[in-house]
T-cell receptor, first 114, second 116 residues
Framework: AQSVTQLGSHVSVSEGALVLLRCNYSSSVPPYLFWYVQYPNQGLQLLLKYTSAATLVKGINGFEAEFKKSETSFHLTKPSAHMSDAAEYFCAVSFSGGYNKLIFGAGTRLAVHP | GAVVSQHPSRVICKSGTSVKIECRSL??????MFWYRQFPKQSLMLMATSNEGSKATYEQGVEKDKFLINHASLTLSTLTVTSAHPEDSSFYIC????????????FGQGTRLTVV
């Protein structure tokens, strides 16, 4: 079965520290992969997406992610955390091409402390 | 990016009544819209996929008579929760897929439904 796993439901970092949010997927076909951010009581905003082009994808707000086929991973990173990065982050995968159906991971809540 | 407007953002209703939630794509046409449900501190669960002018496709376990979806135009889809019960209280989010570019989907801001 196709699935997305986000390791760590909560991640806490200091302001200025590296942010690393983990995402692994299982699929028998090449996936499209996405990271979304959700602020309290709001919808989702797309941070970045992998669509079978460059394996290192740069997104908004200084985030980037690297698609590693051998590890079936798409981890999200940011070199230096800001207080405003505190939010819920979701990894999602589409297996039928484009955005036909997104399967979401359970989410990772990022806390940033001074 | 494109804008998807979801209304209302919050609604409180009594048990047994029906509630309608609107999802509009403001500056693009969306042949496909998706409705998700999100429980507290959990991920999004796809409820149904709606295509303009045709019946919605519901995910397994989602009651189509309970959650009525209408996608009457290329810019509007509605979700009606019929005969609401307290267990229907949740955060509902829609997304609309653009017909241009990579068919990217954009999300509405969500609707917090509380049934009392």
């Amino acid at each position: 079965a196709q699935s997305v796993t986000q390791l760590g439901s909560h991640v806490s970092v200091s302001e200025g520290a590296l942010v690393l949010l983990r995402c692994n997927y299982s699929s028998s076909v090449p996936p499209y992969l996405f990271w979304y951010v959700q602020y309290p009581n709001q919808g989702l905003q797309l941070l970045l997406k992998y669509t079978s082009a460059a394996t290192l994808v740069k997104g908004i707000n200084g985030f980037e992610a690297e698609f590693k086929k051998s590890e079936t991973s798409f981890h999200l990173t940011k070199p230096s955390a800001h207080m405003s990065d505190a939010a819920e982050y979701f990894c999602a995968v589409s297996f039928s091409g484009g955005y036909n159906k997104l399967i979401f991971g359970a989410g990772t809540r990022l806390a940033v402390h001074p | 990016g494109a804008v998807v407007s979801q209304h209302p953002s919050r609604v409180i209703c009594k048990s047994g009544t029906s509630v309608k939630i609107e999802c509009r794509s403001l500056d693009f046409q969306a042949t496909t819209m998706f409705w998700y449900r999100q429980f507290p501190k959990q991920s999004l669960m796809l409820m149904a996929t709606s295509n303009e002018g045709s019946k919605a496709t519901y995910e397994q376990g989602v009651e189509k008579d309970k959650f009525l979806i209408n996608h009457a135009s290329l810019t509007l889809s509605t979700l009606t929760v019929t005969s609401a019960h307290p267990e229907d209280s949740s955060f509902y989010i829609c997304s609309a897929r653009s017909d241009r570019g990579f068919n990217e989907a954009f999300f509405g801001q969500g609707t917090r439904l509380t049934v009392v």
